[in-house]
């Protein structure tokens, strides 16, 4: 934690975000965050994960033309049935985040250069994510 907020503080990233979260009855707080490292070592594109918020810093750090933004559509409750899949699900900590991410998504379907619904198969759905992924480079 201490190195996060260290590397945070002095400019190491590019992006990042903290999350309070509550795990079987456990408050913790999860950091992320994209380096400007891996941004700029990059010899070939690459794929990152992020919200809204991060890609638009994302995006002004490398350049707008260098982005291409692929949003993952997924109905809520399939999401909840693939963690509770997963194993370790704590219902609190879904409902903290399914209202997280509805407030760091937003609009993002609007910024997005292709939207792929993941209600499918996972061979379906990478498919689909290297196909734009290909068009585009």
Not at 18 to 40: C, M, P
Not at 59 to 78: Q, T
Request: hydrophobic share 35%.
């Amino acid at each position: 934690k201490e190195d996060f907020l260290n590397k945070a503080t002095n400019g190491y990233f590019i992006e990042t975000r903290h999350y309070f979260t509550t795990v079987e009855n456990k408050r913790s707080i999860w950091y992320y965050g994209l380096s400007k490292q891996q941004a700029d070592k990059r010899d070939k594109p690459c794929v990152v994960i992020l919200d809204k918020q991060g890609m638009l810093d994302f995006a002004k750090y490398v350049g707008e033309d260098n982005v291409v933004v692929i949003y993952l559509e997924v109905d809520e409750e399939i999401a909840k049935q693939r963690a509770i899949k997963r194993g370790g699900f704590d219902e609190a900590e879904w409902n903290r985040r399914q209202k997280s991410d509805k407030k760091s998504f937003k609009g993002i379907e609007e910024l997005s250069n292709t939207i792929i619904n993941t209600d499918r198969k996972l061979d379906e759905i990478v498919a689909d994510v290297l196909e734009v992924y290909n068009y585009y480079n």
